[in-house]
């Protein structure tokens, strides 16, 4: 599908510059949730992706009720990288046995090879219900289906799984790779022109001139930048002591002054995933 096509959809110009920003692993942890309201409220930010089965998930929630602007989608998570603190299903783990690993919690990131070749696709698909109901069940409205660690899905059957629940529930998918976008556009829903920029892909150093540049040199169509907010604090530290200099870092950049200029200067629009959502909903 071209630009223009995307745009058309979308209702914008074809030679509009779209971006979406948004931020991963809300509910992961505590600075990070703090940290990602801040880049919503004083920044670029434009959407963020709920992680349910993760310890500060409640907290999450009330941020979401206090900041009833903030649109969000799911960030389907059947993934747990972290040492220090693990999660694990939100259905009955009797219910999901192949995605669990030898602790009862979803498996490491590194491990990812191991749950992606044992578990069933009814595991999962039990699993997504799970964690798409429970969001609706508190009364907040998602925007959009996306995965954890696993890019689009990480197996084309849970990748085909999940754009039939969004279709199901009404809502958009975010795709990262321009095939799986490719395949969303072919069901005549819009989807994003190019592969998603993840922010752990930008080097630290330099990190805030790389992205001013890119900023600049957007294309048309629609863009999307995962993003990955914290606070680099002590929680941050503790929880990611190899990564916590990228959440910062990009927290830096999406309030930064810089940032907000360079959009107003070069007319980049601004969007989040319920534009997506409403023309998926036609």
């Known amino acids: 599908m071209s630009t223009a096509k995307t ?9 509009a510059r779209l971006l979406i920003v948004n931020a991963d692993d809300f509910g992961m942890s505590h600075q990070g949730n703090v940290a990602t309201v801040r880049a919503f409220r004083e920044g670029i930010l434009t959407s963020t992706s709920l992680m349910l089965p993760c310890p500060w998930a409640p907290h999450a929630v009330r941020l979401l009720r206090e900041n009833p602007a903030l ?4 960030h389907l998570t059947i993934v747990s990288e972290h040492d220090s603190m693990r999660w694990g299903p939100r259905a009955s783990r009797d219910k999901v046995r192949s995605l669990l690993d030898d602790e009862g919690y979803f498996f490491r990131n590194s491990q990812s090879s191991t749950l992606l070749g044992q578990a069933t696709i009814e595991d999962v698909e039990l699993e997504f219900r799970a964690q798409i109901n429970g969001v609706l069940a508190i009364g907040l409205r998602p925007e959009h289906l996306d ?54 892909g930008i080097p630290i150093e330099g990190k805030q001139q790389i992205l001013e540049q890119m900023l600049r040199q957007l294309p048309s169509g629609l863009s999307e930048w995962a993003v990955h907010p914290g606070l680099g604090d002590d929680e941050g530290k503790a929880l990611e002591p190899d990564g916590w200099r990228v959440r910062q870092t990009d927290l830096d950049f999406v309030i930064s002054d810089a940032a907000c200029r360079i959009i107003n200067e070069e007319g980049v629009v601004l969007i989040d995933y319920s534009v997506l959502r409403r023309t998926a909903s036609r």
């Open 71 to 74: 649109p969000f989608g799911i």
């Open 7 to 15: 745009n058309e959809l979308l209702g914008y110009s074809a030679d």
């Open 147 to 200: 995965w954890h660690c696993l890019y689009d899905g990480g197996r084309e059957d849970i990748f085909q799984l999940t754009v039939s629940l969004a279709r199901e529930y009404g809502l958009a998918v975010r795709t990262h790779t321009q095939k799986h976008a490719a395949f969303v556009v072919q069901k005549g829903l819009p989807a994003v022109d190019r592969s998603v920029l993840d922010s752990y």
